[in-house]
């Protein structure tokens, strides 16, 4: 597929391609809009010649799990990785910046050794990182190196290079981009380390420092023959500005022979802190004098003949320096040696072959000497007396990386070892040494002085607490806390949706730089539909049983019923009505007593009546209702209202108003639920109204009507009832004397039930 058919594709439902920003030999590399995070990331996508290689994608997918483990500031994070579908990709970080070749290209000459070393030491430490983890880079260039405007430098492509190698051997135009920074082991076909890496970096760190490749040509079969024979140019002699001990550590980092170069980026950082700490440092490597000795500089003719493609054969003529040490090319049918000359002179060649065995001679004499010299010191060890040796020269040894407590364990008889500071370190371990005043390798006395400054470990970060938070500020305020996030949606009834619900690690927890926050996110309460059940009849603990069943919720409220107590009557909502889930159902639940219901009851005056009166109606005891008349205003009764249930004691009173006294009017004993049946167990209508001195004295008898007339139903009345004959009353329930019978008597006949 053609790179611009790519652009608007949406890969795995999430990714939509924007821009092309690159070109290599493998892949084309897009910024593309992470859809889901809302964020723009860089997505390299392999091109066909590779995506459809089973081989190839099995290798770059059991990388890539490789490459996913690594975490660090200095090294692009890979995101995530798809091969499932046609197109085969690999989400990274995007990074806003520009590579250390165009950096050097817009700097007009080499970069001052300030800047040079304070990128190198931050690519070592992303190299520290992944060789730690066992992933071998293999393709260290400024091409592959990204500089950020603040300066942060950001390595790339971890793992490409290897695989693309093993896939087209027999094809030296896919390591064209790298040739000019290849070890000699990999020029060679040898099997590659972290030390390979090394060298590589000692290329880089040679051009920032003078503008110009160790190595160059136009063919790259040559530059790769001369990183294996030749020594590249002094970078003093180029930029006599570099300091000393820096072009030191460049040529070790490019020692032909890598047991001779840094054993690991960890020791090629000490010595640059080394270096920065003091720029006139001179370092005491052992093999660098004796190296310049035995340079000789030798002009060679030599044809080349490549094997490429099993056709092509390319001649170049090379001349280099050559040195006591003659690497051979052996990688196979990419670079071959051809020992004849095109002129045909023989001369040339042997004078060339004598000058090697000249120091191949001279060595292993220095060595059988040496080893002599060794085999005597040990059989005389013995015979010298201590104190001769009492204060002896020794090689100060290399304390960086060890803990303070070990180092003075171990050095207690030649070393005086104290702490003069403590700094936070990513670097090293926390009581780990980091720096010490005596330079490795400087011969020194037994007791000699040493300060160190000590590791405090990697400055940790309080996880901030963002609870409750809305997710999306929770993510910029964790990311600009130098730590990683990653978001989780999960269904919470308590928390609002989108605010976050708990971080892992925990709110004010300490973690180290880098480490990855997860965010719980609400995405509220979890909604179902479910139908309402049918709870009329069932018990109380029954129904709510039925309805937590259903993960729907309640609400009780009592009322009277003739059910039993705590049987449900009714409900709010009718069955198999859906509803979501957590709804409230309100259950109505009998209280055990039956409901009240109202009659009306008409209770008459006397015709001589005169005042104000209250009626005061007690049931049971307690007074119910009460009403107060004008017996002027009314025409000889008045209605009132009572409310209860089953057959009760009504008990009226009459009060005077004007006078306050109060009377008893009668007792009855009413049926409520039978449309209010009344029974009269006393009534003394006329006797009451006498007590309270409620009537008007005429000289003339006066008619009286009947105390009350027949109750008018209310409405809460469900027939029509029949009026009862009255009881007895011929002994009323009262404190009147027996000279009041008579009257009593009187009253009841006008009773009408």
Same mark, same amino acid.
């Given at each position: 597929m053609e790179k611009d058919n790519y652009i608007g594709m949406l890969l795995d439902e999430r990714y939509k391609v924007e821009q092309l920003i690159g070109v290599g030999g493998m892949a084309y590399v897009f910024t593309a809009k992470d859809t889901k995070e809302d964020k723009t990331v860089a997505v390299k996508i392999l091109k066909d010649e590779f995506a459809n290689n089973r081989e190839f994608v099995k290798k770059f997918i059991n990388e890539s799990k490789v490459l996913a483990t690594l975490s660090h500031p200095s090294i692009v994070e890979v995101f995530d990785v798809s091969f499932d579908n046609d197109v085969k990709f690999m989400v990274m970080e995007y990074i806003d910046g520009i590579t250390l070749k165009e950096y050097m290209e817009t700097s007009n000459g080499p970069l001052n050794w300030k800047d040079s070393v304070h990128f190198m030491i931050q690519i070592l430490r992303a190299l520290q990182h992944a060789h730690a983890r066992g992933v071998i880079h293999r393709d260290?260039?400024?091409?592959?190196?990204?500089?950020?405007?603040?300066?942060?430098?950001?390595?790339?492509?971890?793992?490409?290079?290897?695989?693309?190698?093993?896939?087209?051997?027999?094809?030296?135009?896919?390591?064209?981009?790298?040739?000019?920074?290849?070890?000699?082991?990999?020029?060679?076909?040898?099997?590659?380390?972290?030390?390979?890496?090394?060298?590589?970096?000692?290329?880089?760190?040679?051009?920032?420092?003078?503008?110009?490749?160790?190595?160059?040509?136009?063919?790259?079969?040559?530059?790769?023959?001369?990183?294996?024979?030749?020594? /590249?140019?002094?970078?003093?002699?180029? +930029? #006599? =500005? $570099?300091?000393?001990?820096?072009?030191?550590?460049?040529?070790?980092?490019? !020692?032909?022979?890598?047991?001779?170069?840094?054993?690991?980026?960890?020791?090629?950082?000490? /010595?640059?802190?080394?270096?920065?700490? +003091? #720029? =006139? $440092?001179?370092?005491?490597?052992?093999?660098?004098?004796?190296?310049?000795? !035995?340079?000789t500089s030798v002009e060679v003719n030599e044809r080349v003949s490549v094997i490429a493609d099993g056709s092509a054969t390319a001649t170049e003529d090379i001349s280099y320096s050559h040195t006591s040490e003659v690497p051979v090319v052996t990688g196979g049918n990419e670079l071959e040696d051809d020992k004849s000359d095109d002129d045909g002179d023989d001369d040339d060649?042997?004078?060339?072959?004598?000058?090697?065995?000249?120091?191949?001679?001279?060595?292993?004499?220095?060595?059988?000497?040496?080893?002599?010299?060794?085999?005597?010191?040990?059989?005389?060890?013995?015979?010298?007396?201590?104190?001769?040796?009492?204060?002896?020269?020794?090689?100060?040894?290399?304390?960086?990386?060890?803990?303070?407590?070990?180092?003075?364990?171990?050095?207690?008889?030649?070393?005086?070892?104290?702490?003069?500071?403590?700094?936070?370190?990513?670097?090293?371990?926390?009581?780990?040494?980091?720096?010490?005043?005596?330079?490795?390798g400087l011969l020194c006395k037994n007791g000699v002085s040493v300060d160190v400054i000590i590791s405090k470990g990697v400055k940790m970060i309080t996880v901030p607490d963002v609870l409750n938070f809305d997710y999306t500020v929770a993510e910029k305020t964790l990311k600009n806390e130098g730590l990683l996030v990653e978001t989780k949606f999960q269904y919470d009834d308590d928390i609002e949706k989108d605010l976050v619900v708990k971080t892992e690690p925990s709110a004010k927890e300490e973690v180290a730089p880098g480490t990855k926050v997860v965010l719980y996110v609400s995405k509220g309460r979890y909604v179902s539909v479910v139908k309402v059940p049918n709870l009329e009849g069932m018990t109380l603990d029954a129904a709510k049983a039925m309805i937590e069943s259903k993960d729907l919720t309640w609400n009780i409220e009592y009322q009277h019923s003739e059910q039993a107590k705590d049987i449900v009557i009714d409900q709010s909502i009718q069955p198999e009505t859906e509803v979501d889930s957590k709804t409230e159902i309100t259950l109505y639940v009998s209280d055990g007593t039956p409901p009240t219901k109202s009659i009306s009851v008409n209770f008459m005056l006397p015709s001589n009546a005169n005042g104000t009166f209250t009626f005061q109606i007690f049931i049971d005891g307690s007074l119910a209702t009460q009403k107060t008349v004008d017996a002027s205003t009314i025409d000889g009764s008045t209605k009132i209202a009572l409310d209860g249930n089953g057959t009760q004691l009504v008990v009226v009173k009459i009060k005077n108003e004007g006078n306050g006294k109060t009377a008893e009017y009668g007792r009855y004993n009413i049926n409520f639920d039978d449309g209010g049946s009344i029974e009269v167990i006393s009534q003394k209508i006329e006797q009451a109204f006498v007590e309270i001195d409620g009537l008007l004295i005429v000289t003339e008898p006066v008619y009286t009507q009947p105390a009350y007339s027949q109750p008018e139903q209310t409405e809460s009345v469900s027939q029509n009832l029949q009026p009862q004959q009255p009881m007895d009353t011929s002994a009323p329930e009262d404190t009147q004397a027996s000279d009041d019978t008579q009257a009593s008597s009187e009253d009841t006949s006008n009773v009408v039930q």
């Open positions: 260290i260039k400024p091409h592959n190196i990204m500089i950020l405007t603040d300066g942060t430098i950001k390595v790339m492509d971890f793992g490409i290079s290897k695989i693309a190698r093993e896939e087209v051997k027999s094809s030296t135009e896919h390591t064209l981009g790298s040739v000019h920074y290849i070890s000699p082991e990999q020029a060679q076909g040898l099997s590659t380390n972290e030390k390979s890496d090394i060298y590589s970096l000692g290329c880089v760190l040679y051009e920032m420092l003078t503008g110009k490749k160790p190595f160059d040509s136009d063919n790259p079969v040559t530059v790769a023959l001369m990183h294996s024979k030749n020594v /590249a140019p002094s970078p003093r002699s180029i +930029n #006599p =500005d $570099i300091p000393v001990g820096l072009e030191q550590i460049i040529v070790k980092a490019m !020692e032909k022979n890598p047991d001779m170069r840094y054993q690991s980026a960890s020791e090629m950082i000490q /010595a640059l802190q080394m270096f920065r700490k +003091n #720029p =006139d $440092i001179v370092f005491n490597y052992n093999n660098d004098e004796q190296s310049q000795e !035995e340079e060649e042997v004078e060339v072959e004598r000058s090697f065995f000249l120091p191949i001679l001279t060595g292993i004499t220095l060595v059988i000497i040496l080893v002599a010299v060794i085999f005597v010191a040990s059989l005389l060890k013995d015979a010298f007396v201590n104190e001769s040796w009492k204060n002896p020269e020794f090689q100060m040894p290399n304390l960086l990386g060890m803990q303070i407590d070990d180092a003075k364990e171990t050095y207690s008889t030649q070393l005086d070892i104290a702490v003069s500071a403590e700094q936070y370190s990513e670097t090293y371990e926390k009581g780990a040494i980091m720096e010490q005043s005596v330079d490795e």
